[in-house]
T-cell receptor
Framework: NAGVTQTPKFQVLKTGQSMTLQCAQD?????MYWYRQDPGMGLRLIYY???????DKGEVPNGYNVSRLNKREFSLRLESAAPSQTSVYFC???????????FGSGTRLTVV | DAKTTQPTSMDCAEGRAANLPCNHS???????VYWYRQIHSQGPQYIIH???NNETNEMASLIITEDRKSSTLILPHATLRDTAVYYC?????????????FGQGTELSVKP
């Protein structure tokens, strides 16, 4: 089925390690987003890309970098992971604002 | 984007209508009301959105007051699978992609 695919689904990192979370959508959507969700909390926007070639900071961008590789793919990189970055990370995309967002199933990241 | 206020939790009997309220007293004229839900540990799911008029789709109905300072999401015949956290969000539509900012939401429990 068409949608947003996130890899990996689970990851454990040691403090200071780096990694890239991958996100791809096959719906020809223009905009893509990265959110994090801590236990018992709502989602917080990390970065977003309104269109291919552009990226902007969200509510909690510190400690992260993003790359909009092409229209389909939007990756999130942790250069030096910290325990505070233990969270569930969701990627989302939207064609235009009128159609709402489609979310991926999430990446569960633990930093020890 | 305007701030929203929702009850922390609500219960509903299976088969009955679930009415989820949302206050957005500082909403601007060009801000839309969006509803999403998140079923345990999954990515959020778009439900419905509206500007001024009441809206209905296959999932739910959205009732917006005339002064637009509050709205109600109605699930006409709630089932156990509707147990989820429901988020009410107000935001401006933008050709630049914009941002969807989540609050704490309402945890709806549908009981047999």
């Amino acid at each position: 089925n068409a949608g947003v695919t996130q890899t990996p689904k689970f990851q454990v990192l040691k403090t200071g390690q780096s990694m890239t979370l991958q996100c791809a959508q096959d719906m020809n959507h223009n905009s893509m987003y990265w959110y994090r969700q801590d236990p018992g909390m709502g989602l917080r926007l990390i970065y977003y890309s309104a269109s291919e070639g552009t990226t902007d900071k969200g509510e909690v961008p510190n400690g992260y970098n993003v790359s909009r590789l092409n229209k389909r793919e939007f990756s999130l990189r942790l250069e030096s992971a910290a325990p505070s970055q233990t969270s569930v990370y969701f990627c989302a995309s939207s064609r235009t604002e009128m159609y709402g967002y489609t979310f991926g199933s999430g990446t569960r990241l633990t930093v020890v | 984007d305007a701030k929203t206020t929702q009850p922390t939790s609500m219960d509903c009997a299976e088969g009955r209508a679930a009415n989820l309220p949302c206050n957005h007293s500082t909403i601007s004229g060009n801000e839309y009301v969006y509803w999403y839900r998140q079923i345990h540990s999954q990515g959020p799911q778009y439900i419905i959105h509206g500007l001024k008029n009441n809206e209905t789709n296959e999932m739910a109905s959205l009732i917006i007051t005339e002064d637009r300072k509050s709205s109600t999401l109605i699930l006409p015949h709630a089932t156990l699978r509707d147990t989820a956290v429901y988020y009410c969000i107000v935001r401006v539509l933008s050709n630049q992609g914009g941002k969807l900012i989540f609050g704490q939401g309402t945890e709806l429990s549908v009981k047999p």
